[in-house]
């Protein structure tokens, strides 16, 4: 099976990897409550259950912070692992929660505040207009997108694949006009719920689940006038904390590629904003995703 093959590989390395100990990292983005036909490689309840429940056989499952504080003081257990989740999507407070629960699993939820409350993704807009798009084509030519067969699930994916392909290297502003309009081609109404609520964030929280910033509207932070990055990485912290009343203490990078999505300047933008940073992270194995962070524990700075 893919994911222990993966899982096994990473363990290897951890246990042979010597010097800086870290944990594997789990970097889950949904966990769907059914299989969906157009993302059929992606986790859903019952596997996601499958794989705690492996993951508990086999690692030291710790609370991202523990695991920080532990390789700082060089006591990491072996074969440590971390769970992690990106962008804040309600599935997460609905289908993930109770089977962490379940497993007596912790997690740490790493929330881009600015889809809170009813917000979407650009790439959850785009998959959501394809999904609901009538007939059999999508003629999205008016707006240089071209036409894209939407007559099976087969082709609704491909659809999505070549319209997010396109619209991926815009830049912002263009970027978000272009999904609009693709959004209103399918004329239909669009979920307002795939993120979390304020509520379902604070019942993470409220079940000791760890939650870290993500910034506010998930830019590619390399991309962005320094004093942009900065308030994106700032009022995301500030937003989380006036939800949860409580502090934030941990960031993730959007999309997380260091030297391509974030560079030398934000991590020192991290750690001035008293967070402790999680890098590097990356989301390279589709939506699940394992990586062996080396090095990736910084310890907390204070300013
Ligand atoms: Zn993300």
């Known amino acids: 099976m893919w994911l222990k093959r993966q899982l096994e590989r990473g363990a290897l390395s951890l246990l042979s990897g010597g010097g800086s100990r870290a944990p594997a990292i789990l970097i889950y983005h949904r966990v769907l409550p059914a299989q969906d036909p157009l993302f059929p490689g992606e986790v859903h309840r019952d596997q996601f259950d499958r794989q705690l429940g492996w993951l508990r056989s086999r690692f030291n499952v710790l609370p991202l912070l523990d695991a920080v504080q532990l390789a700082a003081e060089g006591r990491l257990p072996a074969r440590s692992a971390c769970i992690t989740f990106d962008d ?34 650009w790439n ?14 999508l003629d999205a030519s008016a707006l240089g997108l071209g036409r894209h067969a939407v007559d099976s699930w087969d082709a609704r994916r491909r659809t999505i694949g070549a319209l997010i392909g396109q619209l991926k290297y815009l830049p912002l502003e263009q970027r978000l006009q272009q999904v609009g309009k693709v959004a209103s081609l399918s004329g239909a109404e669009l979920p ?28 590619i932070l390399a991309r962005l006038p320094a004093a942009e990055a900065r308030q994106e990485i700032a009022q995301g912290r500030a937003a989380l904390e006036a939800a949860l009343d409580a502090p934030v203490r941990v ?3 959007p999309n997380g590629k260091p030297g391509q999505d974030y560079l030398p300047e934000h991590v020192a ?28 524990l910084q310890p907390a700075e204070r300013v």
């Open 251 to 253: 960031f993730a990078y």
């Open 192 to 219: 307002r719920d795939l993120m979390m609520s304020s509520a379902q964030l604070r019942k993470l929280h409220a079940a000791g689940m760890g939650i870290g910033g993500h910034t506010v509207n998930h830019p």
């Open 124 to 137: 959850d807009t785009v998959i959501e207009a394809v999904r609901r798009a009538p007939g059999d084509v």
């Open 269 to 296: 933008m991290v750690r001035g904003s008293w967070y402790q940073s999680v890098s590097p992270r990356d989301q390279g194995i589709g939506k699940f995703g394992l990586r062996l962070a080396r090095n990736m």
């Open 88 to 121: 804040g999507y309600a599935d997460n407070a609905e289908v993930a929660l109770p089977l962490l629960q379940k497993h007596g699993l912790h997690a740490s939820f790493f929330i881009a505040t600015g889809f809170l409350d009813g917000g979407r993704m």
